[in-house]
């Protein structure tokens, strides 16, 4: 059973930065696929990006192209969300997930595993 831990969440104006972490208590964290979301009140959990397990491949929302980059550190068991240029409607509670062996799944049952997730509030 893989645990993930979210963090890096926090209050933060619009325009600015926050940097997301997905850490797992898997030692092979490696050789899982890790996917984003966030859940914004009254609003369905929508994706966000997702790196494939060999960290060779990426995929993003759109709302999230341009401005949203994942990426993972093996050794650290982390994978990342940096997330530049915020807007109000950014805000929501993020989420990693994860899946082994996958790829860049960008829906919800595709993945195994769920954290608990982090919040993010952007004031304009």
Do not use: H
């Not at 926090?10 to 490696?30: D, K, P």
């Not at 530049?84 to 993945?111: F, H, I, M, Q």
């Amino acid at each position: 059973q893989v645990q993930l831990v979210e963090s890096g969440g926090g209050l933060v104006q619009a325009g600015g930065s926050l940097r997301l972490s997905c850490t797992a208590s898997e030692r092979t964290f490696s050789n899982y696929a890790v996917g984003w979301f966030r859940q914004a009140p009254g609003k369905e959990r929508e994706f966000v990006a997702a790196v494939a397990w060999t960290g060779f491949t990426t995929n993003y929302a759109g709302s999230a192209k341009g401005r949203f980059t994942i990426s993972r550190d093996n050794a650290q068991n982390t994978v990342f969300l940096q997330m530049n240029t915020l807007k109000p409607e950014d805000a929501a509670v993020y989420y990693c997930a994860a899946k082994l062996y996958g790829l860049v799944g960008s829906t919800r049952s595709w993945y195994d595993y769920w954290g608990q997730g982090t919040q993010v509030t952007v004031s304009s």
